[in-house]
């Protein structure tokens, strides 16, 4: 058990907690929520003796292990494996000593050490090492090599990987799916659900949280506040209270008109299409979420340029890689893909497969080594990489990045924009330099929104953004006129913002048929087919070909989809004038009886001609849905 009794915690002159006084159980699984800069850091330095308290007290059970990832890794020789290896201090200490029992000769001693290695299991330590490093997205060519030959994000896995071998009763995970891919995420929350321990995770992802978590810590305005069950049930009750306040709860209701607006064609017969039923799922579960979020500081939209392309980018027969192509072989082959204004596009892929290159190819930063590429004049392209992060002027301000930007624009507009992202006061004139992770990726993607894209491609968009910030994402994207390609880790964002997914396996680009449950079933088969004799070359063709047979089928029904979209969208543009004009009580004066009986009949014409459209689309989708 950890308690805290009337614990009090400054950092310099700021007071980040007052007076907590909390307990968490053995075998809780708590995750730790709040706004960045709130003390979910400190929390755990306070928890590890790295930080004492101001006031109060805080004790934990003497003999418990406490885990925790470290934050820097030294370019060490040694393996990766047996940098793994020694997060099981127990293993070590017994090994280091039969290894000083076998020089001295002491068999019985010996024979002891052996006894209490058996105990521990210790003989299973290098297979349960390369399970955890294998989850993680090491091969087994990768695990030998040594740690020095491995970037920061790969260092990060191995430190997670030493954390989770250690033999703890408390684990503390601050954002660690920061440097995981989707599948990597995937396979860390089954671990951890599994994990017996007391659990302390600090995290962004909410579906990762929701399916983790059975208490929620929420730190706002010095407090913690502990609640029951996953996140979503914390939203709920958050919701709950802040609708009590009337004019926060009508700013909420504000918001939530264009989620309604995103699924409104299709309310009526939702369950006759699998894309339809999804999206009201979405927006069920959107209404909590924007309720708790109604005194986020983040608002802002992307205000999309106008393009009359059918397709703005398109990548025909094309192949991509690193280097010179004489020299090596190509990470992307054959890769044929259109996109269309409106299109939501989710890449999904193991690590490695290539869907930041893909990202980069769609980008123009890498350039087709065969095959073409052709984009609309219209195009252009707002691209977000975490590298961009380290493209920041560090002396320059947030206010500079955006004079740079637009010489012409007056300061006060440009300080009203920056303050949709959380920009406020004298931080708009501060140097970048000392800025978070999380304060540099709203920079990064602020000055993305404000230059117009029509097409957004967002490589791990939400790396380093907290929840409130990455709602507002969220909201944007969704009310977003243009096209939008996203390569991400975050499951909610990829089920409320993508409408299809491609999958990136083997050098080739397909589509995915199905949501994120249908790929995670998807990874679980891959694993298996990979633990089998091997794959049936002659299989995996049939399987391309079948692959590329069934785009060929379903290319006509999307462009119908598509057309039946727009008339959709003109349609049910011309039913909300007509609607607003009917609520307006002067329509109903006897002055304005012709224009009454004629704006009457309009209605009835346009609510015949959507539902005719919704019908058709909802037919169409089924039939998409068969091939």
Not at 413 to 420: A, D, H, P, Q, T
Not at 437 to 445: D, I, P, S, T
Not at 539 to 548: D, E, P, V, W
Request: proline content about 3%; hydrophobic content about 40%.
């Amino acid at each position: 058990m950890l308690n805290f009794n009337e614990i009090s915690l400054w950092r310099g002159p700021r007071e980040l907690l007052h007076d907590l006084t909390v307990s968490i159980h053995s075998g809780e699984k708590v995750g730790i929520t709040g706004g960045n800069g709130v003390g979910k850091s400190s929390l755990f330095a306070l928890i590890l003796g790295q930080l004492q308290a101001d006031s109060g007290e805080f004790s934990l059970p003497p003999q418990a292990m406490i885990a925790h990832v470290a934050q820097e890794t030294e370019a060490l020789d040694k393996a990766a494996i047996e940098y793994v290896i020694d997060g099981d201090a127990p293993l070590r200490r017994i090994e280091i000593q039969l290894q000083q029992a076998q020089q001295q000769g002491d068999g019985t001693r010996e024979a002891q050490l052996h006894g209490e290695l058996e105990a521990i299991d210790g003989y299973r330590a290098r297979s349960r090492a390369a399970v955890l490093l294998s989850g993680l997205g090491f091969s087994e060519e990768k695990q030998a090599q040594p740690v020095s030959r491995f970037s920061g994000g790969w260092r990060m896995r191995l430190n997670l990987a030493q954390a989770l071998m250690c033999r703890s009763d408390i684990l503390l995970l601050d954002e660690p799916t920061n440097h995981l891919d989707l599948d990597a995420v995937l396979w860390l929350e089954d671990w951890l659900r599994a994990y017996a321990g007391t659990l302390l995770l600090i995290s962004h992802d909410r579906d990762f949280l929701d399916k983790i978590c059975n208490r929620i810590a929420h730190i706002e305005h010095q407090q913690l506040t502990l609640y029951r069950g996953n996140y979503s049930d914390f939203e709920q009750a958050r919701a709950q209270r802040l609708a009590q306040l009337q004019a926060q709860f009508e700013k909420q209701q504000r918001e939530r008109v264009q989620m309604e607006r995103f699924v409104e064609r299709f309310r009526a017969k939702a369950s006759k299409a699998r894309q339809a039923q999804s999206r009201l799922k979405a927006l069920a579960r959107m209404a909590d979420i924007s309720a708790a979020q109604v005194d986020s500081p983040f608002h802002f939209c992307f205000p999309a340029q106008e393009s009359h392309a059918s397709v703005l980018l398109e990548l025909d027969e094309v192949a991509t890689g690193y280097g010179l192509p004489d020299e090596n072989s190509p990470l992307l082959s054959g890769v044929c893909l259109h996109i269309a204004p409106g299109e939501r596009l989710g890449l999904l892929g193991r690590n490695g497969a290539g869907k930041s290159t893909l990202i980069k190819l769609l980008a123009g930063e890498l350039q087709p080594w065969q095959g073409r590429r052709n984009e609309a004049a219209s195009l252009k392209t707002g691209y977000f990489a975490q590298h961009q992060l380290e493209q920041l002027d560090a002396q320059a301000s947030p206010l500079l990045h955006f004079q740079r930007l637009d010489k012409m624009a007056r300061e006060q507009e440009l300080r009203n924009f920056l303050g949709g992202f959380g920009f406020h006061g004298d931080r708009v004139e501060e140097p970048v330099a000392p800025f978070s992770g999380g304060e540099k990726a709203r920079l990064v993607l602020a000055m993305l929104v404000y230059q117009k894209p029509n097409l957004l491609l967002l490589d791990e968009p939400t790396n380093h953004l907290d929840l409130a910030m990455r709602h507002a994402l969220v909201e944007a994207l969704q009310s977003f006129d243009g096209a939008v390609c996203v390569v991400s880790h975050d499951r909610f964002l990829l089920n409320m913002v993508a409408d299809r997914f491609c999958l990136v396996e083997q050098g080739k680009v397909e589509e995915f048929r199905g949501d994120l449950e249908d790929y995670r079933r998807w990874l679980l088969e891959q694993g298996r087919e990979s633990r089998a004799v091997g794959d049936d070359t002659g299989s995996r063709k049939l399987k391309r070909q079948q692959s590329a047979d069934r785009r060929r089928a379903q290319a006509p029904l999307r462009s119908e989809l598509k057309k039946l979209e727009k008339q959709l969208a003109v349609a049910s543009g011309g039913l909300e004038k007509v609607n607003a004009v009917l609520q307006d009580e002067a329509i109903y004066s006897p002055e304005n009886k012709a224009r009454l009986m004629e704006m009457l009949k309009k209605q009835g014409q346009l609510q015949q001609e959507v539902n005719m459209l919704e019908d058709e689309w909802l037919q169409g989708s089924e039939a998409l849905e068969q091939v």
